[in-house]
Every structure is written in C-alpha cells, then in structure tokens.
C-alpha cells in the first residue's frame, strides 16, 4: 500500500500543470508509473499468490526465504525506480539509448536496483518450486483462518466438500479460533 500510495501522491505532481510540464516525458513518469502498477499491483499479486500457496499446492514455503525475497524485492524495487523521480525532476528525457554525463550515478543506481529487483523475483521462483516438491505438508488451514474455502484440505478436492457444509457464524470472526477441519 505504501508504494502504491508513493505512486498516487506523485500523480497529483503530474495532475498539476504547471509541474507536468517540466516533468513531462522524463523518468518522472516512468516512476510514477511503476509505483502504480509494480507497487500497487504485482507486490499484492506476490502477497496473494503466497497466502494461497500451501491451498493450491498442499505444500509450504520457507517463510524464511519468503521475508528475505519481499525485502529484496522492496530494496530493489526502490533502488530501481526513486532515483528515477529524481532524474525526472532533474530533466532526463525518456526514451534516450545514452544520457547526459551528470546523470550517471542515478542511473547507475537505478541499474543496480534492477539487478537486485531481477534477483528478488527469481528467489520465489526458486523456492516456491523447491516447496512443490521438498516442502513441509501445508495443513488444510495454515494461517488460522476462519473464512469456509480454509475449511477444505490443502490442497482442496475436486468438490471441496463430501457434504455441504453448515456455515454457523460470520466469515471474519476474528476473535474466535480457527474451526476445526469440517
């Protein structure tokens, strides 16, 4: 949410004229862009797609290796694309094969950020394949959720339930355990 929140202040600078058109075709809008849709939509889709792992594949991932890949992933997220505002800000063009001599250390900064953000997308990838085969057996209900689709194993059958089941009480009842296995 707080990329995604970075992007979406940065729009009001682009909404604004007598600021867009100095920042106007510049890296400014390639890192207003990404804050929006990397930040805002690809770190929900990593945050999904490993709360819903062990449901799809009855398995678990190292949770450790899933912290470290996120950390690498904000790090390299931000090295790639913040220097970019300032670039932008600056006056760099989009579009260029070469830029300007006083615009190196920021790119290069944005460059290695790219590196470590290519890196921090092939750790899941590495480690989410290794839990399909090498991975602990994910419980029908690992995160202690009370919603009814974490009431079927892990992962679920082709009908989800033998018999239908009998929802008692609120999805989101927080203040209540887990209910057991139906």
């Known amino acids: 949410i707080g990329l995604f929140t970075i992007g979406g202040l940065t729009g009001l600078f682009v909404a604004t004229m007598a600021i867009d058109?100095?920042?106007?075709?510049?890296?400014?809008i390639i890192a207003h862009f990404h804050y929006?849709?990397?930040?805002?939509?690809?770190?929900?889709?990593?945050?999904?797609?490993h709360y819903w792992w062990p449901k799809m594949t009855g398995r678990m991932y190292p949770?450790?290796?899933?912290?470290?890949?996120a950390l690498v992933l904000f790090v390299g997220f931000n090295l790639t694309f913040f220097p970019q505002f300032i670039l932008g800000y600056l006056g760099m063009p989009r579009r260029y094969y070469a830029y300007p001599e006083e615009f190196q250390v920021l790119n290069v900064m944005s460059?290695?950020?790219?590196?470590?953000?290519?890196?921090?997308?092939?750790?899941?990838?590495?480690?989410?394949f290794w839990s399909m085969r090498y991975g602990e057996?994910?419980?029908s209900n690992p995160w202690g959720a009370t919603s009814l689709e974490w009431q079927t194993p892990s992962p679920p059958p082709t009908e989800n339930f033998t018999v239908t089941p009998v929802v008692t009480e609120e999805a989101y009842t927080y203040?209540?355990?887990?209910?057991?296995?139906?």
């Not at 949770?63 to 890949?69: Q, R, T, V």
Request: charged share 10%.
């Open 36 to 49: 929006i849709m990397v930040g805002g939509t690809v770190m929900a889709y990593m945050g999904g797609l």
């Open 21 to 28: 058109l100095h920042v106007h075709d510049t890296y400014f």
């Open 175 to 182: 203040s209540h355990e887990a209910p057991e296995h139906v």
């Open 63 to 69: 949770e450790g290796w899933a912290k470290f890949s």
């Open 137 to 139: 057996r994910a419980s």
């Open 111 to 128: 460059s290695a950020g790219a590196t470590i953000l290519g890196v921090g997308y092939l750790i899941p990838l590495v480690y989410l």
